[in-house]
Structure formats: C-alpha cells, structure tokens
C-alpha cells in the first residue's frame, strides 16, 4: 500500500551534495520510497534507470531531474561512473513557507516530465553554479545557511521553471495526451481551493470524465484526485505551519463545507488532525 511506503526527507532546510558513489542510488533499489522533500539532481556523467511514479525514466549526463515532495521514487539500475550533484528542500521548510508561484510552476512544467535534458554548455554552467552552492553550504554555518534558504528556494524554482519553458518552446510537437494533462494541471493550480470535483475540470476541459482520468494516469502516473489533493494538502499544510489563521478560516479559505469535513479529508491523506499536524507534524 502506497501509505506504507518508506518516507524520505532532508535533516536540514536544504542539502546540497555530490556523492557519486553507487551505493547512495542502490539504497533505493530495492524497493520504492516516498519524498517528503524536494530534490533535484543533475546527471553529469554515468546512466540511471529509475521509477518516478511508477512511470520508468532514462537519465543520461546532461540530464537534471525534478522531484517534488509526494513523489515514488525507486532505482532500477546504475550504469558506468556516475557523477552525480543533488540539492534538496526538506518538507519542514516547504511547510512552513507559503509556497510561492515559482514552486507551482515547477510542479506544473514537471507533471509526468521529471527529466529534461540540457545542451553540454548548460549542463556544465548548471554544475558550476551547484559547486559554488557547495562550497558555501561547507563553509557556512548552520544560521547563515537558514538565512539564505528563501533567496535560494526562489532562484532555483525560477531557473528550473525557466529551463522547461524554453526547451517546451525548442520543442515543435506536444502529444495531444501532455498537453491536456497540462491544460489540467493549470486549472488546477486556478482552482483548487474552490473545487475538487474531477467532473468540474473534465467540463471545462470540453471532455468526459473519463477521458480525463484515464489520459492523466497514463501520462503522469497519478489520478486526477491525487493531483488536486496534493495541491489542496500543500496549500493546507503551509497555512497550518506558516500563519495563524484558525483551522475553521483555513478550511474556508480551501472551500471546505464545514470545519468536520476539512478535518477529515486532511487526516485521510496526511494520518493526523490539522490540529495535531499544527502542534507536532
């Protein structure tokens, strides 16, 4: 059951490495993991064969993958010397931030798409940028490393946002399956805090429910529920962690029926009360 599944995160607001040893990826082969945080990886030599969502993805060198909080992640097999930079955002920090549009848009350009391939020259200047970042995350201490965590948090979501864009604009032909899962994800980023309801999203779309169920699985490895619920519980969690608002405005702001029925849905996916997950999640 996907609820059993090991969880992974960060011990600190953000992590940065480059251990290229084999043995980090094999930890993960076995069996599949759930992200609490958020890690993005650039691939600078060596092969990866691994499962993002049940879906099989192919990194290359010159490869950067996006994975964001929620998603399974299992490695099939390791090919050749891999060298390998990561850098990560734990789910503390993601929580307690109120997630900003730059985030968003990460989600929505790496729906089902979480590898994208750069040119030589871009691969290389992504790599000295995560070097430099290594070098002040050794010599900082741990307070001026919290300090920068926000500045930081923002340039990477803008730059990986910037870098599907450009390559969506390099390539001619979108499938009509990717584009529709986008044009869903969009409205969802619009709307989720108004409805859930999958039927809603399928009319504006001009298509059956169905229809839409079904392409959104096949391209992203996720059910229309899930997508809007992970938006719904991220919105939920930031409002828990980072504001003061009451559980009974929170649960209006996401245009729940009643304060009971809020509560329930969060314990259904999160497995405490919003007011537990306020205290101690």
Not at 2 to 21: M, Q, R, V, Y
Request: glycine share 4%.
């Amino acid at each position: 059951m996907e609820k059993e599944l090991p969880k992974i995160d960060l011990p600190t607001d953000w992590l940065i490495g480059n251990d290229s040893n084999k043995d980090l990826l094999n930890m993960y082969a076995n069996y599949p993991v759930r992200l609490k945080c958020e890690i993005f990886v650039l691939c600078m030599e060596g092969k990866i064969e691994a499962s993002v969502n049940l879906n099989k993805i192919y990194v290359n060198p010159n490869d950067v993958i996006t994975l964001t909080p929620g998603s399974i992640f299992q490695v099939n097999s390791v090919e050749g010397n891999l060298k390998i930079y990561f850098l990560g955002f734990s789910s503390h920090y993601i929580e307690q931030k109120n997630h900003s549009r730059a985030m968003l848009d990460v989600i929505y350009w790496t729906l089902g798409k979480p590898v994208l391939s750069l040119k030589p020259q871009g691969a290389q200047l992504m790599e000295e940028y995560l070097k430099m970042l290594l070098r002040m995350f050794e010599s900082f201490n741990e307070h001026i490393r919290e300090q920068i965590t926000s500045n930081l948090f923002e340039d990477i979501h803008t730059g990986i946002s910037i870098l599907y864009q450009n390559k969506n604009v390099e390539k001619s032909v979108v499938s009509k399956s990717e584009q529709l899962c986008r044009d869903f994800m969009q409205l969802v980023m619009q709307h989720y805090n108004h409805t859930r309801n999958v039927s809603w999203y399928a009319e504006k779309l001009g298509i059956t429910h169905a229809h839409l169920c079904t392409t959104v699985k096949q391209v992203t490895g996720k059910t229309c529920i899930n997508i809007i619920s992970s938006m719904v519980i991220m919105d939920a969690k930031s409002q828990l962690k980072s504001t003061q608002l009451s559980i009974q405005n929170i649960s209006d702001s996401l245009n729940f029926a009643n304060m009971s029925f809020f509560g329930k849905y969060f314990k259904r996916y999160v497995g405490m009360s919003p007011l537990e997950y306020r205290n101690n999640g």
